[in-house]
C-alpha cells in the first residue's frame, strides 16, 4: 500500500511540478504577472501555451487518478499489478508532460491514453469478482 500512496503523492505533486516550466514562459514574456497570471497565461504562445496547457492537464489528470489510488486503497485490492499500474500511470505522466514541453503531438496522445488507462485499469481491478 506504501507505493500506492507515494505514487498518489507524486501525482498530486505533478501538476506543482509542471507550473516551473509554465513560470519560465511567463518570466520570459516581460516578467511574470502576479496580479493577473491568467490573463497572462491565456496570451501565451508556442512553448508557454503548451507548458500551459501540459499544467492543467496535469490536474485533470489527477481528478481521474486520486480516486482510483484511493478506490483501491478503500477496497483493500492493493496487489502488485495494482501498484504496478499506478507506478506505470506516474511514469507515463511524466514522459506524456516531456512530450508536450517539445512538441511531439502523437506520441503524446498515445501516452495519454496509456496514463489514463491505467487508472481507469486500476478501477476494474477494484470490482468484486
Request: glycine share 8%; proline share 4%.
Amino acid at each position: 500500500m506504501s507505493t500506492l500512496i507515494f505514487c498518489l503523492i507524486a501525482a498530486a505533486l505533478l501538476p506543482y511540478l509542471a507550473k516551473i516550466p509554465l513560470g519560465i514562459a511567463m518570466a520570459r514574456e516581460g516578467g511574470y504577472d502576479n496580479r493577473h497570471p491568467r490573463d497572462q497565461q491565456a496570451s501565451l504562445t508556442g512553448f508557454g501555451a503548451r507548458a500551459f496547457a501540459a499544467h492543467q492537464n496535469a490536474f485533470e489528470s489527477l481528478c481521474v487518478f486520486a480516486p482510483a489510488v484511493l478506490l483501491a486503497i478503500a477496497t483493500g485490492t492493493t496487489g502488485d499489478t495494482i501498484q504496478l499500474l499506478a507506478m506505470a500511470h506516474i511514469g507515463f505522466r511524466v514522459v506524456y508532460h516531456v512530450l508536450y514541453l517539445l512538441d511531439i503531438s502523437t506520441l503524446r496522445s498515445v501516452i495519454w491514453g496509456f496514463a489514463i488507462g491505467c487508472s481507469f485499469a486500476i478501477m476494474a481491478l477494484c470490482l468484486p469478482a
